[in-house]
Nanobody, 115 residues
């Protein structure tokens, strides 16, 4: 069992930045694939960004160039830096740890972009 905990959500204005953090338990963190998903007000879920154990990253077109993802294996933590935020980025953001064929989800953190 892997425990996943997100932090860093909040309210920002359009154009501002926010950084989300996600910590996953376990001594094998360095091999976990870590993904960020979001669920917007329309309840549609979207894979936002991900990073695997080798450091390879992938991004949704909607956030490419704005939301770099990174990881610190020494801290069992993955980050997503959200820059140039838009109202359509408003969502609950979930961190998901993939280990083998199993996904472990965090509880989610609300991000609201509004003036």
């Amino acid at each position: 069992q892997v425990q996943v905990v997100e932090s860093g959500g909040g309210l920002v204005q359009p154009g501002e930045s926010l950084r989300l953090s996600c910590t996953a338990s376990g001594s094998a963190f360095s091999i976990y694939t870590m993904n960020w998903y979001r669920q917007g007000p329309d309840k549609k879920s979207e894979l936002v960004a991900g990073i695997n154990g080798g450091g390879s990253t992938h991004y949704a077109d909607a956030v490419k160039g704005r939301f770099p993802i990174s990881r610190d294996n020494a801290k069992n933590t993955v980050y997503i830096q959200m820059d140039s935020m838009k109202s359509e980025d408003t969502a609950v953001y979930y961190c998901v740890c993939r280990l083998g064929w199993i996904d472990y989800w965090g509880q989610g953190t609300q991000v609201t972009v509004s003036s």
